[in-house]
C-alpha cells in the first residue's frame, strides 16, 4: 500500500509539474494587450484540459482492466481478488487527486488571469483620467456662453457705449456681463436707446445677432455639457478608487499587501506573481500528501474563487460607464452639431466652437474604440474567468 501512495504522489507532482511549466511560460511576457491574456488564458486551459483527459484516460483504463480482474477473480481467487480490490482503491485515489489538481490549476490560472484584468481596467481607467483633465471644455464653454468673450461684441460695445444718449448712461456691474440673458438684453437696449439713427441701430444690432442668439439660445445645452462632464469626470474618479480596492481586497488571499498604484509605479508584479506560486505550491504539497485539503486551504480556495467574482462584477461596471460616457457625448455632439445658424453665424462664432466639437467627437471615438472592450461583456467574460476554454 505504501508503493501505491508513493507512486500516486510521484503521479500527481508529474502531473502539476507539466501543468505548472506550462502556466507558468504562458503569463511569463508581460502584457497589458486583452487579445493577448485571452490568447494567454485560453492556451493554458486548453493545455492542461488535454493533459488532464489524457492522464484520466489512462486511469480509467487501467481501472476498467482491473474492475475486469475482479469480476473474473471474485470467489475463486482471494489473493488476486484482494490485490486488484487494493488496486481499484488507489486508481479511484489517483483519478481524485487528478481532478483536485486540475482544478487547483485552474482555479490558479483564473485567478492570475484577473490580476491581468484589473491591471488592464487600471490603465484604461488612467488614461480617462489624463483624458479628462486634458480636455478644454470649461475653458471653451466659459468663452462661448458668455458674450463679452467675443471680440466682435466687444468692439460693438465701444461703438454703443460712444454713441449712448447720455440721458440714459447706465454701465452694467460687472457680475451680471456674464449672464448671457441680462447681457443681451442690456445691450439691445442700449443699441436702441442709443442717439444713432434707426439704419446705424439696424447695423449695430445685426453686428451682434449672431453673437446674442448663440449665448442665449445654447446657454442651457452648453451647462448640460458642462455638468454632465464634471459628473463623468468624478464617476472616473470613482471607478479608479474602487479599482484599487477591489486590487486590495483581490491580493490579500495570497498575501500581498502592497497598493495596486504602488505596484504599478514599482513595477513589483513578479512580487505578486512569486506570492502566489508560493501559496499555490503550499495546497499542491498539502493535496499530494493528505490527498485532501485543511479548513484553512479550504478558505483560501474559497476566498480565491470569491476575488475572481469581483473581477467579473467590477468589469460589468466599468463597461457600464464607459457605454454611459459614449451616449453621453453621442449627445453633446448632437447638442453642438446642432444649432441652425451655424453655416449663417460661422464668421463670428470664435475658434472655441470647432475646437470644442472637435474634441467631443475625439472623446467618442476614444470612448468606442481606446476604452471600450466588448469582449469583456456576457457570456465571453465569465467564460474567461470560470476557466472555460475554447
Wanted: hydrophobic share 35%.
Amino acid at each position: 500500500m505504501k508503493n501505491y501512495i508513493c507512486c500516486r504522489q510521484r503521479l500527481a507532482g508529474l502531473v502539476l509539474f507539466f501543468l505548472l511549466l506550462f502556466y507558468t511560460d504562458a503569463f511569463s511576457h508581460d502584457t497589458l494587450s486583452f487579445e493577448k491574456i485571452l490568447l494567454n488564458v485560453n492556451t493554458a486551459l486548453n493545455h492542461s484540459d488535454k493533459v488532464f483527459h489524457k492522464k484520466k484516460n489512462e486511469l480509467e483504463v487501467r481501472l476498467a482492466g482491473v474492475n475486469r480482474v475482479i469480476i473474473n477473480t471474485a470467489g475463486n481467487n482471494p489473493e488476486e481478488y484482494r490485490a486488484a480490490l487494493e488496486q481499484k482503491i488507489y486508481l479511484l485515489e489517483e483519478i481524485t487527486a487528478l481532478q483536485m489538481n486540475m482544478d487547483l490549476t485552474k482555479l490558479k490560472i483564473r485567478y492570475k488571469n484577473g490580476i491581468d484584468l484589473i491591471r488592464l481596467m487600471y490603465e484604461k481607467i488612467l488614461g480617462l483620467d489624463h483624458h479628462f483633465t486634458g480636455l478644454h471644455t470649461y475653458q471653451h464653454i466659459n468663452v462661448l456662453s458668455n458674450p463679452h468673450s467675443y471680440p466682435s461684441f466687444q468692439k460693438t460695445q465701444e461703438i454703443i457705449k460712444k454713441n449712448k444718449n447720455k440721458k440714459y448712461n447706465m454701465r452694467l456691474p460687472n457680475l451680471l456681463q456674464s449672464n448671457p440673458f441680462i447681457s443681451a438684453t442690456y445691450t439691445m437696449v442700449s443699441v436702441l436707446m442709443g442717439e444713432n439713427s434707426s439704419k446705424e441701430k439696424e447695423k449695430d444690432m445685426e453686428e451682434v445677432a449672431c453673437i446674442l442668439d448663440f449665448t442665449v439660445r445654447m446657454n442651457a445645452d452648453l451647462n448640460v455639457i458642462r455638468n454632465e462632464t464634471e459628473y463623468l469626470k468624478n464617476a472616473n474618479q470613482g471607478l479608479k478608487e474602487d479599482c484599487e480596492k477591489l486590487f486590495q481586497e483581490y491580493t490579500k488571499p495570497v498575501g500581498y499587501l502592497v497598493r495596486l498604484e504602488d505596484t504599478r509605479t514599482n513595477d513589483d508584479w513578479g512580487v505578486l506573481s512569486n506570492k502566489l506560486e508560493d501559496c499555490t505550491r503550499d495546497v499542491e504539497s498539502e493535496l499530494q500528501v493528505k490527498g485532501t485539503v485543511t479548513i484553512n486551504t479550504s478558505r483560501l480556495i474559497v476566498d480565491m474563487e470569491f476575488a475572481t467574482q469581483r473581477v467579473i462584477d467590477f468589469i460589468n461596471k466599468y463597461s457600464n460607464f464607459i457605454n454611459q460616457g459614449t451616449q453621453y457625448y453621442q449627445k453633446f455632439d448632437s447638442v453642438i452639431s446642432n444649432y441652425q445658424y451655424e453655416n449663417s453665424c460661422e464668421e463670428e462664432l470664435p475658434r472655441q466652437f470647432e475646437e470644442m466639437k472637435a474634441d467631443i467627437k475625439s472623446t467618442i471615438e476614444k470612448f468606442q474604440n481606446t476604452y471600450d472592450l466588448p469582449e469583456l461583456q456576457g457570456s465571453r467574460l465569465k467564460d474567461l474567468m470560470f476557466g472555460v476554454g475554447d
